[in-house]
DNA sequence: ATTATTTGACCAAA
DNA sequence: TTTGGTCAAATAAT
Protein backbone atom coordinates (compact mmCIF):
# COMPACT_ATOMS: atom_id res chain seq x y z
CA UNK A 1 0.00 0.00 0.00
CA UNK A 2 1.57 2.95 -0.97
CA UNK A 3 2.12 5.88 1.87
CA UNK A 4 -1.19 8.07 2.56
CA UNK A 5 -3.65 5.76 0.85
CA UNK A 6 -5.50 6.08 4.06
CA UNK A 7 -5.75 9.56 4.10
CA UNK A 8 -6.25 9.21 0.31
CA UNK A 9 -9.66 7.32 1.22
CA UNK A 10 -10.28 9.58 3.94
CA UNK A 11 -10.29 12.53 1.70
CA UNK A 12 -12.64 10.56 -1.25
CA UNK A 13 -15.17 9.72 1.74
CA UNK A 14 -15.39 13.01 3.03
CA UNK A 15 -16.04 14.57 -0.82
CA UNK A 16 -18.43 11.60 -1.31
CA UNK A 17 -20.45 13.00 1.91
CA UNK A 18 -20.40 16.09 1.09
CA UNK A 19 -21.39 15.16 -3.04
CA UNK A 20 -24.17 13.77 -1.15
CA UNK A 21 -25.33 16.38 0.81
CA UNK A 22 -24.91 18.90 -2.15
CA UNK A 23 -27.20 16.80 -3.79
CA UNK A 24 -29.52 16.73 -0.73
CA UNK A 25 -29.91 20.89 -0.56
CA UNK A 26 -30.07 20.98 -4.13
CA UNK A 27 -33.00 18.33 -4.77
CA UNK A 28 -34.80 20.52 -2.07
CA UNK A 29 -33.84 23.38 -4.01
CA UNK A 30 -32.49 25.04 -0.44
CA UNK A 31 -29.86 27.34 -2.66
CA UNK A 32 -28.23 29.55 -0.49
CA UNK A 33 -25.19 29.71 -1.16
CA UNK A 34 -24.15 29.96 2.19
CA UNK A 35 -25.19 26.44 2.76
CA UNK A 36 -23.63 25.07 -0.65
CA UNK A 37 -20.12 27.11 -0.85
CA UNK A 38 -18.83 25.12 2.33
CA UNK A 39 -19.70 21.66 0.65
CA UNK A 40 -18.52 22.58 -2.59
CA UNK A 41 -15.07 23.46 -1.10
CA UNK A 42 -15.21 20.43 0.98
CA UNK A 43 -16.16 18.08 -2.16
CA UNK A 44 -13.58 20.27 -4.12
CA UNK A 45 -10.84 20.34 -1.60
CA UNK A 46 -11.48 16.22 -0.46
CA UNK A 47 -10.76 15.25 -3.91
CA UNK A 48 -7.55 17.45 -4.30
CA UNK A 49 -6.06 16.53 -1.34
CA UNK A 50 -6.62 12.80 -2.20
CA UNK A 51 -5.04 13.47 -5.42
CA UNK A 52 -2.20 15.27 -4.25
CA UNK A 53 -1.58 11.72 -2.70
CA UNK A 54 -1.60 9.83 -5.33
CA UNK A 55 0.86 12.27 -7.00
CA UNK A 56 3.11 11.68 -4.93
CA UNK A 57 4.22 8.99 -2.06
CA UNK A 58 6.39 11.51 -0.27
CA UNK A 59 3.98 13.70 1.43
CA UNK A 60 4.93 17.51 1.28
CA UNK A 61 4.22 19.92 4.46
CA UNK A 62 1.04 21.11 5.49
CA UNK A 63 -2.25 21.93 3.80
CA UNK A 64 -4.02 25.34 3.57
CA UNK A 65 -8.13 25.83 4.81
CA UNK A 66 -10.38 27.27 2.59
CA UNK A 67 -11.79 28.87 5.70
CA UNK A 68 -8.61 30.78 6.02
CA UNK A 69 -6.89 32.82 3.28
CA UNK A 70 -3.64 31.69 2.01
CA UNK A 71 -1.49 32.47 4.96
CA UNK A 72 2.02 31.23 5.19
CA UNK A 73 2.04 28.01 7.32
CA UNK A 74 5.04 28.08 9.51
CA UNK A 75 5.75 24.73 10.42
CA UNK A 76 8.47 24.67 12.95
CA UNK A 77 10.47 22.42 15.45
CA UNK A 78 10.02 22.56 19.26
CA UNK A 79 13.83 23.49 20.71
CA UNK A 80 15.07 20.08 21.76
CA UNK A 81 15.04 19.81 25.64
CA UNK A 82 17.74 17.51 26.62
CA UNK A 83 16.85 14.43 25.61
CA UNK A 84 13.36 14.46 26.32
CA UNK A 85 10.37 14.16 23.95
CA UNK A 86 10.26 16.64 20.81
CA UNK A 87 6.93 18.01 20.51
CA UNK A 88 6.55 19.12 17.05
CA UNK A 89 4.66 22.56 16.80
CA UNK A 90 2.42 24.21 13.59
CA UNK A 91 1.12 27.57 13.61
CA UNK A 92 -2.52 28.02 11.03
CA UNK A 93 -3.65 31.56 10.55
CA UNK A 94 -7.96 32.09 10.03
CA UNK A 95 -10.42 34.84 10.02
CA UNK A 96 -12.51 32.37 11.85
CA UNK A 97 -12.03 31.15 15.17
CA UNK A 98 -13.42 27.96 15.29
CA UNK A 99 -11.81 26.77 12.13
CA UNK A 100 -12.23 22.60 11.70
CA UNK A 101 -9.30 20.96 11.78
CA UNK A 102 -10.94 17.34 12.08
CA UNK A 103 -10.28 17.04 16.11
CA UNK A 104 -12.20 17.08 18.82
CA UNK A 105 -10.59 19.53 21.58
CA UNK A 106 -12.09 20.26 25.23
CA UNK A 107 -10.95 23.81 26.08
CA UNK A 108 -8.97 24.21 29.27
CA UNK A 109 -7.43 27.39 30.03
CA UNK A 110 -8.01 30.95 28.97
CA UNK A 111 -5.15 33.43 29.47
CA UNK A 112 -4.41 37.36 29.30
CA UNK A 113 -0.85 37.53 27.32
CA UNK A 114 0.89 40.57 27.98
CA UNK A 115 1.77 41.05 24.34
CA UNK A 116 -2.10 41.06 22.71
CA UNK A 117 -5.41 42.55 23.70
CA UNK A 118 -6.59 39.16 23.31
CA UNK A 119 -6.62 36.18 25.37
CA UNK A 120 -4.97 32.84 24.12
CA UNK A 121 -7.22 29.82 24.73
CA UNK A 122 -5.99 26.34 25.45
CA UNK A 123 -7.29 23.29 24.21
CA UNK A 124 -6.45 19.72 24.56
CA UNK A 125 -7.67 16.48 23.01
CA UNK A 126 -10.75 15.43 23.79
CA UNK A 127 -9.24 12.33 23.78
CA UNK A 128 -6.54 13.09 26.39
CA UNK A 129 -7.59 11.13 29.18
CA UNK A 130 -9.19 7.85 27.91
CA UNK A 131 -6.50 7.36 24.80
CA UNK A 132 -3.62 9.21 26.36
CA UNK A 133 -3.60 11.98 23.39
CA UNK A 134 -0.98 14.41 24.21
CA UNK A 135 -2.16 17.00 21.78
CA UNK A 136 -2.89 20.52 22.62
CA UNK A 137 -3.96 23.76 20.55
CA UNK A 138 -3.71 27.40 21.43
CA UNK A 139 -5.85 29.72 19.89
CA UNK A 140 -5.29 33.29 20.16
CA UNK A 141 -6.82 36.75 17.84
CA UNK A 142 -3.44 38.32 16.97
CA UNK A 143 -5.21 40.90 14.45
CA UNK A 144 -8.28 43.20 14.70
CA UNK A 145 -8.48 45.57 11.28
CA UNK A 146 -8.98 45.13 8.43
CA UNK A 147 -10.19 41.81 9.22
CA UNK A 148 -9.80 39.59 12.44
CA UNK A 149 -6.71 36.72 12.06
CA UNK A 150 -6.86 34.42 14.65
CA UNK A 151 -3.64 32.37 14.74
CA UNK A 152 -3.96 28.16 15.93
CA UNK A 153 -0.68 26.50 17.09
CA UNK A 154 -1.05 23.29 17.66
CA UNK A 155 1.26 21.19 19.61
CA UNK A 156 2.10 17.20 19.46
CA UNK A 157 0.68 14.31 17.55
CA UNK A 158 -2.34 12.73 17.83
CA UNK A 159 -2.54 9.30 18.72
CA UNK A 160 -5.98 8.78 19.51
CA UNK A 161 -6.80 8.03 16.05
CA UNK A 162 -4.39 5.28 15.68
CA UNK A 163 -5.11 3.98 18.49
CA UNK A 164 -8.97 3.56 17.85
CA UNK A 165 -8.24 2.68 14.12
CA UNK A 166 -6.43 -0.51 15.16
CA UNK A 167 -8.86 -1.41 18.01
CA UNK A 168 -11.55 -1.29 15.42
CA UNK A 169 -9.44 -3.41 13.04
CA UNK A 170 -8.85 -6.08 15.61
CA UNK A 171 -12.99 -5.98 16.66
CA UNK A 172 -13.13 -7.00 12.39
CA UNK A 173 -10.65 -9.94 12.99
CA UNK A 174 -9.77 -10.06 8.96
CA UNK A 175 -7.54 -8.80 6.80
CA UNK A 176 -9.55 -6.46 4.87
CA UNK A 177 -9.10 -2.65 4.93
CA UNK A 178 -11.49 -1.28 6.63
CA UNK A 179 -12.49 2.36 6.35
CA UNK A 180 -14.96 4.23 8.65
CA UNK A 181 -18.50 5.93 7.23
CA UNK A 182 -19.80 7.50 8.97
CA UNK A 183 -22.21 8.57 6.70
CA UNK A 184 -25.87 6.95 6.74
CA UNK A 185 -27.87 8.95 7.01
CA UNK A 186 -27.64 12.98 5.09
CA UNK A 187 -28.67 15.22 7.88
CA UNK A 188 -26.29 17.90 8.71
CA UNK A 189 -22.97 16.84 9.85
CA UNK A 190 -21.10 19.18 12.50
CA UNK A 191 -18.48 20.93 10.17
CA UNK A 192 -15.92 19.75 12.92
CA UNK A 193 -15.89 16.81 11.19
CA UNK A 194 -15.23 18.17 7.71
CA UNK A 195 -11.52 19.24 7.31
CA UNK A 196 -11.45 22.02 4.69
CA UNK A 197 -8.39 22.09 2.16
CA UNK A 198 -7.95 24.83 -0.45
CA UNK A 199 -5.52 25.44 -3.06
CA UNK A 200 -2.32 27.40 -1.49
CA UNK A 201 -1.91 30.78 -3.70
CA UNK A 202 0.97 32.29 -4.95
CA UNK A 203 2.23 32.99 -1.56
CA UNK A 204 5.33 31.70 0.11
CA UNK A 205 5.26 28.89 2.39
CA UNK A 206 7.90 29.18 4.81
CA UNK A 207 8.95 26.35 7.29
CA UNK A 208 11.28 27.12 9.79
CA UNK A 209 14.31 24.44 10.54
CA UNK A 210 16.10 24.61 13.52
CA UNK A 211 18.82 26.22 12.11
CA UNK A 212 17.70 27.31 8.50
CA UNK A 213 14.97 28.28 6.20
CA UNK A 214 13.14 26.69 3.65
CA UNK A 215 11.08 28.70 1.18
CA UNK A 216 8.72 26.80 -1.19
CA UNK A 217 6.84 28.27 -3.92
CA UNK A 218 3.53 27.41 -5.19
CA UNK A 219 1.72 27.62 -7.75
CA UNK A 220 -2.36 28.20 -7.77
CA UNK A 221 -3.17 24.77 -8.43
CA UNK A 222 -0.93 23.16 -6.43
CA UNK A 223 -2.02 21.77 -3.10
CA UNK A 224 0.28 21.27 0.23
CA UNK A 225 -0.11 18.65 1.98
CA UNK A 226 0.63 18.11 5.50
CA UNK A 227 3.28 15.43 6.00
CA UNK A 228 1.96 14.37 9.71
CA UNK A 229 0.07 10.96 8.88
CA UNK A 230 -2.49 12.06 11.39
CA UNK A 231 -2.52 15.58 11.04
CA UNK A 232 -5.81 17.13 10.40
CA UNK A 233 -7.41 14.33 8.84
CA UNK A 234 -8.87 12.36 11.48
CA UNK A 235 -12.89 11.10 11.44
CA UNK A 236 -13.94 11.09 15.22
CA UNK A 237 -15.63 8.49 16.72
CA UNK A 238 -18.93 7.14 15.08
CA UNK A 239 -21.74 4.84 15.47
CA UNK A 240 -20.99 0.99 15.22
CA UNK A 241 -21.51 -0.38 12.24
CA UNK A 242 -20.98 2.47 10.07
CA UNK A 243 -17.76 0.51 8.13
CA UNK A 244 -16.85 -0.43 4.21
CA UNK A 245 -14.47 -2.59 3.44
CA UNK A 246 -11.82 -2.14 0.73
CA UNK A 247 -9.57 -4.69 -0.58
CA UNK A 248 -5.90 -4.10 -0.07
CA UNK A 249 -4.91 -1.03 -1.50
CA UNK A 250 -1.47 -2.25 -2.28
CA UNK A 251 -3.36 -3.81 -5.31
CA UNK A 252 -4.46 -0.58 -6.55
CA UNK A 253 -3.42 0.64 -9.54
CA UNK A 254 -1.50 4.10 -10.08
CA UNK A 255 -1.70 6.20 -13.15
CA UNK A 256 -0.68 9.20 -11.67
CA UNK A 257 -1.46 10.98 -15.48
CA UNK A 258 -4.34 8.76 -16.39
CA UNK A 259 -6.70 10.31 -13.34
C1' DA B 1 -26.90 13.18 35.77
C1' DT B 2 -23.33 13.83 32.80
C1' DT B 3 -20.26 16.47 30.14
C1' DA B 4 -18.13 20.82 28.74
C1' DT B 5 -16.53 25.50 29.84
C1' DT B 6 -15.02 29.17 32.78
C1' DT B 7 -11.83 31.21 35.70
C1' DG B 8 -8.84 32.00 39.68
C1' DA B 9 -5.06 29.37 41.72
C1' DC B 10 -0.91 27.19 41.22
C1' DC B 11 3.57 26.25 39.26
C1' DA B 12 7.83 26.41 36.57
C1' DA B 13 10.82 28.97 33.72
C1' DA B 14 12.91 33.18 32.60
C1' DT C 1 8.75 38.90 40.22
C1' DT C 2 6.65 38.34 35.87
C1' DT C 3 4.73 35.55 32.46
C1' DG C 4 2.63 31.76 30.17
C1' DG C 5 0.78 27.10 30.71
C1' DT C 6 -2.00 23.93 33.37
C1' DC C 7 -5.06 22.44 37.12
C1' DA C 8 -9.29 21.96 39.19
C1' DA C 9 -13.46 23.65 41.51
C1' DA C 10 -17.44 26.08 40.23
C1' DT C 11 -20.62 26.87 36.84
C1' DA C 12 -23.10 26.19 32.57
C1' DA C 13 -24.92 23.40 29.05
C1' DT C 14 -27.03 19.26 27.40
Redesign the pocket.
Known amino acids: MFYGADRAVDALLRGQESAYRLKTVLEHQRTNSVTIEPLFDTVLDSFSFALSLFASSNPQPHCESSQSKATPVVARKSPKNHGEEVLEQYSHDSPNPHHSDGF?????????????SHQ?????C?YSKDRSCKA?K?VQQIQDSPSSVYRT?Y?GKHICEVNAFLQLNDDINNGSKMIRFDKIDHQAMPDSVIPQLVPVEQDAILIEGTDQNMTLECGSNEFLVDDDQLWGYQIPPCSPGNFMFLDDLSEFDYHPFHL
Open positions: SWRKYGQKKIKTSRCYYRARRTI
